[in-house]
């Protein structure tokens, strides 16, 4: 399925338990291209369209926002050098 040119799909599963679950699925590359974020997930399509035009409508708002939690990763990492790196 498409919106505003995003690609996102509806899936059904069955828990552990034996439920059955289901969600709205984004993880358009184009879309979360240059953010940390691989997919989201919401509970209603009405949900995933709001998702969708928040990233599209305020894009530099998500990068400015991955650009700062990549500074505070790095100044972390500077700052406590005998952490793992990975």
Not at 10 to 23: M, N
């Amino acid at each position: 399925m498409k919106y505003r040119d995003v690609e996102y799909n509806y899936q059904e599963w069955t828990t552990y338990r034996g439920e059955k679950a289901s969600c709205w699925n984004c993880s358009d590359k184009s879309l979360l291209k240059n953010t940390d974020t691989v997919s989201f997930p919401t509970q209603t399509q009405d949900e995933m369209f709001k998702r969708i035009d928040d990233y599209i409508d305020n894009r530099s708002k998500h990068l400015e926002m991955q650009e700062l939690n990549n500074r505070a990763c790095t100044e972390f990492y500077n700052n406590n050098p005998n952490l793992p790196k990975d």
